[in-house]
T-cell receptor, first 114, second 114 residues
């Protein structure tokens, strides 16, 4: 099982629609969860952290399900500017030194269609 | 002011050459990282330094040698470049090593080995 797994898409969604992505992770001891956004040929940037109680930021809602080890991202009233790759990110223990590292999923590509 | 900067932005070189990439952050963060994003867009951590101390080394070939002269700088030297080293290399920083904070990424260095 991959450490962090996402549906790569692409998701092609009409403007104004609602779209949801899920992501599963393998390490039940993980404590920190994030969604990052990466535009074409740009660096990843934090979209939002994911808290145990779930959290909302405008049109974006993130949820965490520890029992099933997945996190989700919901985008409502999608805009053209939401077109990007969305990366699911989970902290895990590195393979040596025993320190924490962020593990990135392969990303879900979203295109909003006018 | 750019928070995390990398040089060069593009690097085209031949197999067998040695090259370096430089990274600087002006955020006052303690921890810096090197990531590799391959042609399939998979972003994978290579190294992490905390206050000039190596804390993550994800079984990267020893042709790759990171160096942190101070906590604001993290450089990556690559010996005997191979075709498979072609990728985008991102530097990032975070306030500390815990993995619980946002990581800020540089714009990336697009390395092409011919």
């Amino acid at each position: 099982r991959k450490e962090v797994e996402q549906d790569p898409g692409p998701f092609n969604v009409p403007e104004g629609a609602t779209v949801a992505f899920n992501c599963t992770y393998s390490n039940s001891a993980s404590q920190s969860f994030f969604w990052y956004r990466q535009d074409c040929r740009k660096e990843p940037k934090l979209l939002m952290s994911v808290y145990s109680s779930g959290n909302e930021d405008g049109r974006f809602t993130a949820q965490l399900n520890r029992a099933s080890q997945y996190i989700s991202l919901l985008i409502r009233d999608s805009k053209l500017s939401d077109s990007a790759t969305y990366l699911c990110v989970v902290n895990m223990i590195g393979s040596n030194f025993g320190n924490e590292k962020l593990t990135f999923g392969t990303g879900t590509r979203l295109t909003i269609i006018p | 002011d750019t928070a995390v900067s990398q040089t060069p932005k593009y690097l085209v070189t031949q197999m067998g050459n040695d090259k370096s990439i430089k990274c600087e952050q002006n955020l006052g963060h303690d921890t810096m990282y090197w990531y590799k994003q391959d042609s399939k867009k998979f972003l994978k951590i290579m190294f992490s330094y905390n206050n000039k101390e190596l804390i993550i080394n994800e079984t990267v070939p020893n042709r790759f040698s990171p160096k942190s002269p101070d906590k604001a700088h993290l450089n990556l030297h690559i010996n005997s470049l191979e075709l498979g080293d072609s990728a985008v290399y991102f530097c990032a920083s975070s306030p500390d090593r815990s993995g619980g904070y946002e990581q800020y990424f540089g714009p990336g260095t697009r390395l092409t080995v011919t």
